[in-house]
């Protein structure tokens, strides 16, 4: 099967190379095109635009940074639009939220092409192992054809409906994740503070029930105060934001999630955007602003 791949960040890169691993002509494009070479390296094909790609591709997935980034490369001039068209499908899974993604879709399917968003629950590693979750939503038959794309990336999709329901998940459970790793941040300074020793934290709370992955893998690097980007912290506090305003919209009152979210906004102020969003802990640890690390 030929696959377009749009985008080769921490997520994109690893989900082309599995795809590549897996037997799949890979078709790549990036902003920033020398992120290409490694993917070349490993028998990808490079399209100079977006629109090159779609040309040559009967599916296109892409892994984009944000709801603006998504947005550019269909509209802008050498994009997506150029030249999507009956029996292409496009598969955005980027982490979006669902008006951007249904404007999307209705310009894809207005000129005959389908679209689906794939947003996806799992980090760097999971990509890396073809281990994410996959919150798929729109055009069913896209769906199915992509399965087994699907199927070499993640360990289990699930399709949940109309555009937008993909998106909606994805924020909602990024919401819950990063209120969590604000609160998982104040205990380690709280602990911190108060005398006691953080590891022992750790394994208390890895006995118990609240243990998850999430603590015990990031605990130990956060203690050392070491954030090498898996989530960037940007990524983690535009999704916060994004799911502040659906709740917003919802009139669902989320006093938690808007206060993690300002503890994100802190961070990306100290500069820590382009570190892992465990980094979090940082500006806890010094909210007058000044990272020392
Ligand atoms: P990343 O490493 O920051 O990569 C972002 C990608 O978007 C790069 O390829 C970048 O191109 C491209 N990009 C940014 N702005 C662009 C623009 N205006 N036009 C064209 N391309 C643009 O991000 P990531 O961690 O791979 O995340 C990608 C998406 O997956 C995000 O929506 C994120 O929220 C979501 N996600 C991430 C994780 C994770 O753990 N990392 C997990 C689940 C979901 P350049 O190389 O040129 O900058």
């Excluded at 947003?119 to 992509?146: M, R, T």
């Excluded at 949940?160 to 994740?177: D, E, F, P, S, T």
């Amino acid at each position: 099967m030929d696959i377009g791949f749009l985008g080769l960040g921490i997520m994109g890169k690893a989900m082309a190379m599995n795809l590549l691993r897996h037997g799949f002509r890979v078709t790549v494009w990036n902003r920033t095109l020398s992120r290409c070479d490694e993917l070349v390296e490993h028998g990808a094909s490079v399209g100079e635009t977006p629109a090159a790609v779609i040309k040559r591709c009967k599916y296109t997935i892409a892994m984009l940074s944000d709801p603006s980034a998504s947005h550019s490369v269909v509209f802008d001039k050498h994009g997506v639009l150029e030249e999507i068209c009956q029996g292409k499908g496009y598969i955005d899974m980027s982490t979006v939220d669902g008006n951007t993604s249904s404007n999307i879709s209705e310009a894809i399917t207005k000129k005959g092409g389908l679209f689906l968003e794939a947003p996806v629950s799992g980090s760097k590693k999971p990509a890396e192992d073809g281990q994410l979750i996959i919150l798929a939503a729109g055009e069913k038959a896209l769906y199915d054809e992509i399965f087994p794309a699907f199927e070499v990336m993640g360990k289990r999709s699930f399709f949940l409906g109309q555009v937008g329901n993909g998106a909606k998940m994805k924020l909602v459970v990024n919401m819950i994740m990063g209120s969590m790793m604000s609160a998982f941040s104040e205990g380690l300074v709280l602990a911190d503070r108060s005398g006691l020793d953080q590891q022992t934290l750790l394994d208390v709370l890895d006995l118990g029930g609240m243990a998850n992955p999430m603590f015990k893998f990031k605990g130990p690097a956060m203690i050392q105060r070491s954030f090498p980007p898996a989530f960037p912290l940007k990524h983690q506090q535009k999704d916060m934001r994004l799911a502040v305003a659906l709740g917003d919209e919802h009139a669902v009152s989320m006093p938690v999630a808007a206060a993690a979210n300002e503890v994100f906004k802190r961070a990306r102020s100290m500069g820590l955007g382009d570190n892992d969003f465990s980094a979090v802990y940082e500006a806890v640890k010094n909210p007058d602003g000044a990272t020392q690390m």
